[in-house]
């Protein structure tokens, strides 16, 4: 099979951007992307509410102790997590957030949608990472301003820009469907 190549021809930030790429690595790249990442909040959610739903209620998982006790002194929204601390709208928001949004990628299904909202919910995590003092506002505990956070936000955010969900997922059969094709506006939250 060959491999199709075509040139992109942009302007970013002031400046001509011309490259030629491989319609096919791109493909495969985003759809590796889609699961990996897919994977890794499906997993860290199910973790949770396995963990959550255990019979033994001292062994049930809760943000409470990381909302509490885990905000670094000096950040700046402490208050605000720490006022979450003990909510169970909280911990099943937590909990269900990274499971669906996992689930939704890992299949392709409302990728724009999910991707959105887990990338929300990450700039969360960074936002509680925030430290005080003399680097007043930088997360220092796990990188220097981008931690892991950052990173699943922003490749969360070009899953969504791509619409990775064509690929190989089921929002490619979905945007052929005659109520979705009438109704474009639903494309939004697809792809």
């Given at each position: 099979?060959?491999?199709?190549?075509r040139?992109?021809e942009?302007?970013?930030?002031?400046?001509?951007?011309?490259?030629?790429?491989?319609?096919?690595?791109v493909?495969?790249?985003?759809?590796?992307?889609?699961?990996v990442?897919?994977?890794?909040l499906?997993?860290?959610?199910?973790?949770?509410?396995?963990?959550?739903?255990?019979?033994?209620?001292?062994?049930?998982?809760?943000?409470?102790?990381?909302?509490?006790?885990?905000?670094?002194?000096?950040n700046?929204?402490?208050?605000?997590?720490?006022?979450?601390?003990?909510?169970?709208?909280?911990?099943?928001?937590?909990?269900?957030?990274?499971?669906?949004?996992?689930l939704?990628?890992?299949?392709?299904?409302?990728v724009?949608?999910?991707?959105?909202?887990?990338?929300?919910?990450?700039?969360f995590?960074?936002?509680?990472?925030?430290?005080?003092?003399?680097?007043?506002?930088?997360?220092?505990?796990?990188?220097?301003?981008?931690?892991d956070?950052?990173?699943y936000?922003?490749?969360?955010?070009?899953?969504?820009?791509?619409?990775?969900?064509?690929?190989?997922g089921?929002?490619?059969?979905?945007?052929?469907?005659?109520f979705?094709?009438?109704?474009?506006?639903?494309?939004?939250?697809?792809?």
């Amino acid at each position: 099979m060959a491999t199709s190549s075509r040139v992109l021809e942009t302007k970013l930030f002031g400046q001509d951007v011309t490259f030629e790429y491989s319609e096919r690595w791109v493909g495969l790249s985003l759809f590796i992307l889609r699961i990996v990442m897919g994977w890794t909040l499906f997993q860290g959610g199910v973790t949770k509410l396995v963990t959550y739903l255990d019979a033994d209620p001292s062994n049930n998982w809760t943000a409470a102790g990381f909302l509490a006790n885990a905000i670094p002194p000096g950040n700046p929204l402490i208050g605000f997590f720490a006022s979450m601390a003990g909510n169970p709208l909280i911990d099943q928001l937590n909990m269900w957030g990274l499971t669906l949004t996992g689930l939704a990628l890992i299949l392709g299904a409302f990728v724009r949608f999910s991707a959105f909202w887990g990338a929300i919910m990450m700039l969360f995590y960074w936002a509680a990472s925030l430290e005080g003092g003399i680097l007043a506002g930088l997360p220092l505990a796990h990188g220097w301003v981008v931690d892991d956070h950052i990173v699943y936000a922003v490749l969360l955010f070009g899953l969504g820009a791509f619409g990775a969900g064509r690929i190989l997922g089921v929002d490619a059969y979905l945007e052929n469907m005659e109520f979705v094709r009438n109704n474009r506006w639903l494309t939004l939250v697809m792809g």
